[in-house]
Nanobody
């Protein structure tokens, strides 16, 4: 089993920045890709960014391209989400997720994370105007 723990959420004003972190533990050797999804109460979960672990490609939702950057940490199975120029519409609970089997990252982003194998409990990001 894999456990994911997110950190780094908080409250900032529009235009500000936050950096989210996600650390995987357990049987992490099976992980093929990791990333971030977000959800606002009453709305469907939305894909944000995904990356193949081990130095592979990444993919972003159109809504965050040019503002958010996903990266891997030096520690294995750690991913970060650097969020710049934050907007009020970025307010959401952000979830880290990981998957074992190779996938098309664009498809998973569009599907809002359907098929991801492991999920963290989330970290709240609140952007004020």
């Amino acid at each position: 089993q894999v456990q994911l723990v997110e950190s780094g959420g908080g409250s900032v004003q529009a235009g500000g920045s936050l950096r989210l972190s996600c650390v995987a533990s357990g049987t992490t050797t099976s992980i093929d890709h990791m990333g971030w999804f977000r959800q606002v109460p009453g709305k469907e979960r939305e894909g944000v960014a995904l990356i193949y672990t081990g130095g592979g490609d990444s993919y972003y939702a159109d809504s965050v391209k040019g503002r958010f950057t996903i990266s891997e940490g030096k520690a294995k199975k750690t991913v970060y989400l650097q969020m710049n120029n934050l907007k009020t519409e970025d307010t959401a609970m952000y979830y880290c997720a990981a998957g074992d089997l190779p996938v098309d990252l664009a498809v998973v982003i569009t599907a809002g994370g359907s098929g991801m194998d492991y999920w963290g409990e989330g970290t709240l990001v609140t952007i004020s105007s």
